[in-house]
């Protein structure tokens, strides 16, 4: 009962360098999810996906891209790091038809840009 | 979560009640949800609640949904410390996908 897992669990990187989060799910999950936490704001979105190939932006898209090959893995990479990235960032997914629309978070990956 | 607001912090001791409130502002929101965060680790779904229901009870939850007020609350009867979390509101609103979220209340319970 794998769930959702997220890797790695702490990232230190430095300001223009590029970095890969990566996001797995067992269940087979049709949507996809990246969120970003911040201290007063919340979990805001960043990129979501529908299915393999099929990506679209969230609230706060700029500076991240995201692909989906896999319906198992859905990975987030900052092409050039930022101080204002620094975050907490979690991966969930939800089934396809699923009205009530239950999300299933990752523990989530603590990144820091110096 | 601009459009989904909750207060910062709640206290309370050990065998009271808690209750935290959420507003939101999009009177298209199909379901409303409560999600819970533990120190270090994802969100946790508590309980969610449908937009044509006043309220939900799941054991010690209460959910009460007032949708002319566009005001949602958690109620959890007998506070643990096991309860000291953050919880979030989020909302579904109708033609999108992904959910909404509130910027989390956190709740400490005192011995």
């Known amino acids: 009962d794998a769930g959702i897992t997220q890797s790695p669990r702490y990232k230190i990187t430095e300001t223009g360098r590029q970095v890969t989060l990566m996001c797995h799910q067992t269940?087979?999950?049709?949507?996809m999810f990246w969120y970003r936490q911040d201290l007063g704001h919340g979990l805001r979105l960043i990129y979501y996906?529908?299915?393999?190939?099929?990506?679209d932006k969230g609230e706060v898209p700029d500076g991240y891209v995201v692909s989906r090959s896999k319906t198992e893995n859905f990975p987030l990479t900052l092409e050039s790091a930022t101080r204002s990235q620094t975050s907490v960032y979690f991966c969930?997914?939800?089934?396809?038809?699923?009205?009530?629309?239950?999300?299933?978070f990752g523990s989530g990956t603590q990144l820091s840009v110096l | 979560g601009e459009d989904v607001e909750q207060s910062l912090f709640l206290s309370v001791r050990e065998g009271d009640s808690s209750v935290i409130n959420c507003t939101y502002t999009?009177?298209?929101?199909?379901?409303l949800y409560w999600y819970k965060q533990e120190p270090g680790a994802g969100l946790q779904l508590l309980t969610y609640?449908?937009?044509?229901?006043d309220m939900k009870q799941d054991q010690r939850l209460t959910v009460l949904l007032n949708k002319k007020d566009k005001h949602l609350s958690l109620r959890i009867a007998d506070t643990q410390t096991g309860d000291s979390a953050i919880y979030f509101c989020?909302?579904?609103?109708?033609?999108?996908?992904?959910?909404?979220f509130g910027s989390g209340t956190r709740l400490q319970v005192q011995p």
């Open positions: 269940w087979s999950h049709s949507y």
């Open positions: 609640i449908f937009s044509n229901m």
């Open positions: 996906s529908a299915a393999a190939d099929i990506t």
């Open positions: 969930a997914s939800s089934e396809q038809g699923a009205t009530n629309e239950k999300l299933f």
């Open positions: 989020a909302e579904k609103r109708a033609g999108r996908r992904a959910l909404t």
């Open positions: 999009d009177s298209s929101s199909t379901y």
